[in-house]
């Protein structure tokens, strides 16, 4: 009892009204029940905390899609640019590199980038390519843009030297589609050429000169000439001849 005592007086002088040896044991087992409470949250929460601070900071590679008149609906960039593949990579590779790569960039990411696709989209995907660099891939067809293309909705690329081709959404090759001839410029209206035509030429209808035959020639039996029957008679010589003188 007499500790007690002494123990409250020794808590008034200290600034501690009315804390006995008991109230100093509990708020001590209290504090110590926190920490260990607090040092099992921190412990539960350490790798949540630094997967989420992770996940929020990793790159994430956006993807979109844009209805392009003459070909489709086709994968764009985040800003809607035409994203296209090239016919000789191989599955799962890339062969644009150097001059090519400055005309058809390729869409580069950062190793283990989020890849934010479209609705309904599947089979994006990140590939290793040359240089130790990694490519945002359509079903492991690696894909590039094209620095002729400056606006939403544009395919200058569609079809260039028959090896560049726009990558429509439903997985399919656009190398069938048909290319649009480039715009002309404004168009020249003709007038319409009427042509008239003389009308026929009627000849007169030729007149025929009758044909006269001449009447056949009398037909006139040869007159032969009369036949003329000669009769030489023999003379009868009467005379005596020179032995008559016998009488």
Not at 225 to 233: N, S
Request: proline fraction near 11%.
């Amino acid at each position: 009892m007499a500790t007690e005592e002494m123990t409250l007086e020794d808590g008034r002088r200290q600034g501690r009204p009315g804390v006995g040896s008991r109230g100093l044991t509990g708020l001590a087992a209290a504090a110590l029940t926190g920490a260990v409470l607090a040092g099992t949250t921190l412990a539960l929460a350490g790798p949540a905390a630094t997967a989420g601070a992770t996940s929020s900071h990793a790159p994430t590679v956006h993807i979109s899609t844009a209805k392009v008149p003459s070909v489709g609906t086709v994968l764009t960039t985040g800003t809607g640019l035409t994203l296209y593949r090239f016919t000789q990579d191989p599955a799962g590779g890339a062969t644009c590199t150097g001059g090519c790569a400055k005309i058809w960039p390729p869409l580069l990411a950062s190793k283990g980038a989020h890849i934010a696709g479209p609705k309904g989209v599947k089979g994006l995907s990140l590939i290793k390519v040359t240089g130790n660099h990694w490519q945002v891939a359509f079903h492991d067809v690696a894909l590039y843009r094209f620095t002729g293309d400056k606006k939403k909705g544009q395919d200058k690329g569609q079809g260039v030297a028959s090896a560049w081709y726009a990558v429509l959404k439903s997985g399919l090759s656009s190398a069938n589609v048909a290319i649009a001839p480039p715009p002309t410029s404004t168009p020249t209206t003709q007038a319409p050429t009427t042509t008239t035509q003389a009308p026929p030429t009627t000849s007169p209808p030729a007149t025929q000169t009758p044909v006269t035959q001449a009447p056949p020639p009398p037909t006139t039996r040869p007159t032969q000439p009369p036949t003329t029957t000669t009769t030489t008679t023999a003379p009868t010589n009467t005379g005596t001849g020179s032995g008559g003188a016998g009488f």
